[in-house]
């Protein structure tokens, strides 16, 4: 995991798509990090994540 994820807020990362669209701030981010390719992949690893702890903390509050 990258340390990238943690300066978006949970409403950014809820509207990321994870396909490096150009209006997308965080995947623009990656992309010019970790390069085209490289960068795509972790914005996916870290989306997985940051959208895992959601539903989890869903889960916790019920």
């Known amino acids: ?11 950014e990362w809820k509207d990321c798509c ?3 669209c150009k209006k997308c701030k965080i ?3 990656y992309i010019g990090v970790y390069g085209k ?11 997985a994540v940051m959208q895992s702890k959601k539903a ?6 019920s």
Do not use: P
């Open 37 to 47: 390719k490289k960068g795509l992949d972790k914005l996916n690893e870290d989306r």
């Open 1 to 11: 995991m990258s340390d990238l994820k943690k300066k978006f807020s949970r409403k």
């Open 27 to 29: 995947a623009q981010t």
């Open 18 to 20: 994870g396909k490096g």
């Open 56 to 61: 989890s903390s869903k889960k916790k509050s």
